[in-house]
Every structure is written in C-alpha cells, then in structure tokens.
C-alpha cells in the first residue's frame, strides 16, 4: 500500500507557509499562541482540554484515520495532542517545525466537518479546536497560498474569486440572454427591490459554472418566482476566511451578505446548493458580524426546492431513471438537519435510488469540505489518500450517478471518482431537477 | 500506628474530603458560568434546556448513540464501572452505618453480595481500561502516564475496601489505606480529569444544543 506523505514526514507545504516561517521569531510566536489559546477563548476551550479522557473513541468518527489504516495520529483527539496539547505544554514557545506541521493537520488533515462531536461521548467539538490552530496560523501569516489567494479576495472583491463587478453583471445578463432563446420571457432580474427572493450563490458559479445560473434562472421562471439577484459586492455568499481563522474577515463577508439582502428588502434568501456558504450564513460569518441566529430567512437550495416540488409549482415529467445515490453534505445535514428533505426531493426526481452507508447525520464528508481542496494542487495527492475511505463508501453503492447537492462536495467527489476510477457521474440536485422537471411557462403576472 | 493520626483520617479528614469535593465541584461549576457570562456569553444565546437534556439522556441510554454501538465492549464496560462507581460509595451497607452513627440517618442499601460483585466488576473495569490504554493504538498514542494514575486512584479504594471487607489480608491497615485513598480520591475529583462529571454534561449540553438548537440534526 502506497504510504501517504504525512507518514513518510516529508510534510508538503507552499511558498506561502515557507515565506511565514521564515519570518517568524520566538516572542511573535509564543505571543500569538498565547492571545489565541487564553486571551481569544474562554471556558468551553479550557473545558474541552479538561474534559478530553483520552479514551480515544472519537477515532472511528474520522475518515482520515480511516483512510491512513487507523493510524493514531489522524484520530481526531490525535491531531489535537499533535497541535494544541503540545502549544499549552510549552506556552506556545514551539517552533517553526512545529508550526510547518501545525499548519498541515489543521488544514490538511480536518475537514472540520464536525463528525467527531458525534462519536466522542462529551461531545468535544474538536473542529473548533482545528479551527484555533487554524486562527494562530493565520495571525502568523502561515496560511496556506491557495486558499489565502481566496481570503484576500474576499477582502479586496467581497467575492472568492477576483470577479469583477461587470463581469458579474455580464455573467448573469449573458445567462439571461441565452436563456430567452429557449424560454420567452425569461428575465434574471438584477436589484429588484422588494422581490420575494433574493437568490445568491458563491463566486466560482459565475466564473466556471455560469449554466447553474442559468438552470436556476429555468427553474425559477417555471416556478413563477418573484425572485432577483443582486448586482452590487455582497453577492457572493460564500467565505473562505471563515476557514482560515481569519474571524474579522469572515464577519464582514457575511455582513456585507445581509446588508445586500437589506437594501433589496427582499423577504428571504434562497441560496444555491453550497455548503459550507450555508454554513457561513446561517451559523458562522452571521456571529462574527454579531447576530446570534441570521438576520434574514436563509433557505438553502435543498429546502428550497423541496418547497417547489411539494407546493406543485414545479412539477416532474419523467422521473430520473439512471441509479442514484445521494451524499449529505457535512453542513447542510450535520449543520442543518436538511437531509430528509433532500430525501423526498430524490425521491419525487429519481425511480432509482440507493443509499450509502453511513449517511444522514452520519455520513462522511467528501474528504474536500473545510477549506481542504482550497489550499489547492500542491495537496491534491494526499486529499486522494485521505478520501480512500469515502472512495470504498462510493463503490459500495453501486451507484451511476452521485448526487451533491454542495460545491465543495461536488469538485472533491468528481477528484475521487476520477482518481479511484468510480465510474460514477456527480451531478447537483438542481441538474436533476432540471433534466426532469416540466419546464413551462409562467408569467409572473398572472399568478399573482 | 499513631492513633491521634487515625482518628484524624477517620473523623475530620472525612469532612475535609467531603467537603472539598462539593464545594470544589460547586465552585468550578460556578466559575465556570462566570467565565462563560465573562467571556463566551454567546453561549447563553444557543444553550436550550430542551436539547441540552435531549442529548445527556440521548447519551445516558446504553447503546442508543451511533459510537457506542461501533465500541460495544468498552461501552458495556464503561456502563457497569459508572453505575458500580456511584452504587458502591453510596448504598453499601457498612458506609450506610456510618452515616447513621454520625447523623442517625439511614437510607436503602445494596445487598451485600450485589455490592461485593459490583465492587469486582469496577476493579475489573479498570483492568480493562488499563490493558485497553496500553493496547489499542489510538488510545496508547493519547494515553499519558497521568491517565495510568488516575485509574489506579479510583482502583485503590475499592481494592482496599474488598480486602478489608474480607478480611484477607492485615484489616486494620487496609481500612486505614481504604479511607485514605477515598478521601484522595474525593479531593482529586473537583481538580482532575474526574472533573468530567462536571464538564461532561456540561460540554455535551452545548453540543446537543447547537445540533439540535441551531443546526437541527441529532448528535448521537
Ligand atoms: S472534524 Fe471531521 S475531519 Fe476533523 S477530526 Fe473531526 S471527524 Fe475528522
Ligand atoms: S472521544 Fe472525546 S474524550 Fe475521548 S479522546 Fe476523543 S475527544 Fe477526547
């Protein structure tokens, strides 16, 4: 069996990490660690170092473990003696290799999906504890390249992916234009305020995947949806710094998310079918920016389409025939409790499905949630490594198509069903819905 | 042996042990509020009765949540050893008298011979923690020499209190060993991983609330 290179310790890493390491010193160093570990916590971190009986049993929870033949140190409770144990042994006097590993397990070796919580007796959130290694990385500037590339995007674009803001207008009438050619009538409507929804995805749609807009744009216009997109920063909700422990950031993002939705003074927000964007919105970047619960109705695509389909103002031609299984992603059924909903949707698509095991709550993430396929190519051999685990609970389905109903699930499983030959398609629910779906003609006028 | 230095250990260190250990326990659940109330107060916007108590009894029941039933063993060891720990101390006979000498109080006790098999069964349980620490990978890799020492303070008292029960070996010295290891035993609790009495339910309350509260999906 090949060996992945975390056991052959040469540890990959980037010109990003290198470059901060070698700008470190010690007091910079013992100085962040400490502000982080008892300045920036509180009880529930202290508690969680205290409480941890080193039983062990959150092991079985994690894919990496799985994945690395049950090696100790991809236990969930491995990586954080390998991390913050270690930091609070030395008061966070450690050094440059140990922080060039640090780095690594935390956001390369957890896809803070949470799964852990759920096996360790004490419910211990060890993601959060991969989320402070995570947060003293990024005060130390020793972030990952690629997915820092994100951060600062967000920071200069408030988007992900350097769109520019005409391009985004472009993008979307673009969509609008090819759209009317099928379907007369067809608008995206940009900044109409007072719309029922306001519909937002996350920046790499409009830079790679601009046809989900416009499958979107189909569905909603069947449906008779008074609906509209923003044109303005604020579009984008997704948020990257919400991964890299960079807090202040990540709150903005997400501020900057809600105001648009304000000054649209639409009466909820209908999300595309991305995870960890859901995650930010309804669970993190909403408490950076202050607001306990999110300031609006945030209805994630899942529920949103569950919601056309049994209301009847989307209704099925033929159903789906190929056979397909359904993966849950981390945090919409982990962090959302959508996956009975997703569950009737396939079912009121597709005559064929088979479920994998585990799933629900339980199931494993895709092995790229995180922020891990974010830090990009120089990591991408070991991400396969890593999800051999949830390539063995693919092929066990048998399945032809896989469904993701998540971006970051979706790129990470079409990387494991080409590198372990699979043989499976990936597609999202909205693909689904839109290959089956009766796609007439409804004038907003007249149903209202 | 002194017999100023056994009545010490058998009247006012007694007091001392309890004492320390309600008001430690108090006090660090009391701290811990502070603090939260201090510096995580967010916690108080999340932290719901209803999940809180969904999930400690979700997880109070053998074999209901996901993990217990992939680590059968340990979770049929570990239930026995919890419900020996507490039934022992509490309800046997002979500590039963002593609370009524000093309190003319009395309440239901364990038969004896459950309690003598209860009492074997913890001893057996920690055993297994012990071979378990040193044998399974993922626990050895975590296991420091202070888990070792905690499952023999636990292991002491009981190990006594069975062998002056019986009688076997030289009585008064292991009673004597027998109160003082559970008087240890009971100072140690407020300040030492055996805290997760405490922690533990607390930590799990606001899992079970954040999954069931916020993210609506169960955690077990
Ligand atoms: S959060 Fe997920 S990936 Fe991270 S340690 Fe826990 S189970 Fe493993
Ligand atoms: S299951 Fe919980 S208590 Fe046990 S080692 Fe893992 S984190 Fe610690």
Known sequence: MKENAVLQNELNSDSAIEDGLAKLNPERITKVIQEVLYKETGPRFKAYVETCMHCGLCADACSYFISNDSNPKFSPAGKVKRTVWEMIKKKGNVSTKFLREAVHISFLECNVCKRCSMYCPFGIDIAYMMLLVRRICHKLEITPLYIQDTVNSHAATSNQMWVKEDEWIDTLQWQEEDAREEFKNLRIPLDKTGADIMYSVIAPEPKFQAGLIYQTAVIMHAAGMNWTMPSNPGWDNSNMAMYTGDNEISGRIAKSFYETAQKLKVNKIVMGECGHAFRSVY????????????????????????????????????????????????????????????????????????????????????????????????????RMDNNRNKADQLRATGADVLIAPCHNCHSGLEDIVEHYKLNMEVKFLGDIIYETMEKKIIHPEDKQ | MNYSFIEFIMGPMVWVSFAVFFIGLTGKTLYIILQIKKKESFIFSFLTLKHSTRSIIAWLIPFFPKSTRTNPVFYMVSYLFHIGLFLVPLFLMSHIVLGNESFQISWVSLNDTVADWLTVLVIMALGYFAYRRASVPQVRYLTTFKDYLLLLMVALPFITGFLANHQVLAYKLMIIAHVISGELMLIMIPFTKFSHIITGPLSRAYTGSEFGNVRHAKDW
């Not at chain 1, 920016?289 to 389409?305: D, K, N, Q």
């Not at chain 1, 919409?332 to 629900?360: K, Q, Y």
């Open chain 1, 283 to 382: 669970d993190m970047g909403n408490r950076w920016a202050g607001w306990a619960m999110p300031p609006f109705e945030v209805v994630h695509a899942l529920e949103f389409y569950h919601e056309l389909l049994t209301s009847k103002r989307i209704t099925i031609k033929e159903k789906y025939r190929k056979k397909v299984t359904l993966h849950d992603p981390c945090n919409v059924s982990r962090g959302r409790g959508l996956h009975d909903l997703a569950r009737i949707v396939v079912d009121m698509t597709c005559s064929n499905f088979i479920e994998m095991t585990p799933n629900r709550e339980h199931n494993y993430c895709c092995g790229a949630g995180g922020g891990v396929i974010n830090c990009g190519p120089p990591y991408k051999q070991e």
